[in-house]
């Protein structure tokens, strides 16, 4: 599926060491809900390890962390918590991401995933944008609480470190532009001794709109400098990730949505801080056929061929991104309920059909429109926790994902 084509020259980085883990590529799969699941994570795997294969590398390609886990959810051991922390036997490491607002709470999640040996790395989310999240206090406005994010970040990591389990965090610049945290919660996570800290540049007012601000990515590589620093936002390509790597000093890339709909963009990326030019052009059989084998795991994940082909139709329009699909097909395949009646819809599409260049490229996924953030009442009148907003972040720890 691969092809050789032109390409700026890329920087040979070194590999991304998190923990006792070495990266071979230095890219990280974002956790998105409903999106990074165990067969989402194969799918990228596989394509990542063919990419460095194609740079001449070997091992562990990149890191493919799992959607985000509700660590209340993980303590009480709802079923579906637990299957969402299923890995794959060739999964190394097994990368898993908690969100939580309580510092015991999390602890305990952490606690549970090293001492079950279900983990490898854990990440915390402090990103998410989500309304009914910042509503409560959590997620993109938990930084902005200091001592709470120093409570969670230091109970995780006192956790983990006897089982040389690291932790890293993933946040965003602050609330807003006149709310900024990044820079002192990095200097924070730093001091409790996580692996690495991972930033999108993008408020959580902006939630996926407008531009992603890397100048922000190199302010905190230049202020955070014993742990890798990573940066997230405006990924689309390879090329894309080798600009962001000159122009911020970041130690890896984290991507999230431009991967919707192209998991050989790990080939490409792999490829590409390797030293290689190989990009991946597929066909539209080609394409198709990465479609199928998505739906194939799936069902795996699932045990159940409806709610895998239920999952698959949200991918449709991304993996289809460009090409001449045709919108009749288009609309039947977004209502596709077994693999039988996906093979008889990509049977009728054109697998000879090129990559169509410029009009597959660029963003993917929602980015929304700037918003106010929604907040606990009197949340920005301190930087410190009140008993009234502990009160309100117990109630934050939903079942929901975002960053």
């Not at 066909?283 to 998505?294: F, I, N, P, S």
């Not at 739906?295 to 698959?312: N, P, Q, S, T």
């Not at 090129?354 to 920005?380: F, I």
Request: proline share 6%.
């Amino acid at each position: 599926m691969t092809t050789t084509a032109p390409a700026r020259a890329a920087p040979v980085l070194p590999p991304l060491q998190i923990g006792r883990h070495t990266i071979e590529s230095p890219v990280v799969l974002a956790p998105m809900a409903g999106i990074t699941n165990r067969a989402f994570r194969k799918l990228c795997r596989e394509y990542g390890t063919e990419g460095l294969a194609a740079g001449g590398a070997s091992g562990a390609t990149s890191l493919y962390v799992s959607e985000m886990i509700t660590s209340r959810a993980l303590v009480e051991r709802t079923p579906e918590s637990m299957r969402l922390i299923e890995h794959d036997p060739q999964e190394n490491p097994r990368s898993i991401q908690l969100y939580g607002v309580d510092p015991a709470t999390v602890a305990a999640a952490v606690r549970m995933l090293v001492t079950e040996d279900r983990a490898d790395h854990i990440d915390l989310n402090f990103g998410c944008p989500v309304p009914k999240v910042t509503r409560k206090g959590g997620g993109a406005a938990l930084p902005w609480k200091r001592d709470l994010f120093e409570a969670i970040v230091t109970g995780a990591v006192r956790e983990a470190s006897p089982y040389a389990v690291p932790v890293t965090v993933k946040m965003r610049v602050g609330i807003d532009a006149d709310h900024v945290t990044y820079l002192e919660a990095g200097l924070i996570a730093e001091r409790a001794g996580v692996a690495a800290v991972a930033l999108h540049g993008r408020t959580a007012s902006q939630a996926y709109s407008g531009q992603a601000d890397w100048t922000a990515i190199a302010r905190l590589k230049e202020t955070v400098r014993t742990i890798p620093v990573l940066g997230n936002g405006d990924i689309w390509s390879a090329e894309d990730a080798v600009r962001m790597v000159h122009e911020t000093g970041c130690d890896g890339v984290v991507v999230g949505r431009g991967c919707l709909g192209r998991p050989w963009l790990f080939t490409d990326l792999a490829a590409a801080f390797a030293g290689s030019q190989v990009r991946v052009r597929p066909t539209l059989g080609e394409v198709t056929a990465t479609l199928r084998r998505h739906a194939a795991y799936l069902v795996d994940f699932y045990g159940d061929e409806f709610k895998a082909c239920r999952d698959i139709r949200k991918h449709i329009a991304w993996y289809l991104k460009g090409f001449p699909a045709g919108s009749t097909v288009r609309n039947q395949l977004a209502l596709v309920d077994s693999l039988e009646a996906l093979d008889a819809l990509i049977a009728t599409m054109d697998p000879a059909a090129p990559w169509p260049g410029d009009a597959a490229e660029g963003q993917r996924g929602r980015a929304g429109s700037p918003r106010v953030v929604a907040l606990p009442d009197g949340w920005l009148r301190s930087r410190e926790l009140s008993d009234e907003h502990r009160r309100a972040v117990a109630e934050a720890e939903l079942s929901v994902s975002g960053g």
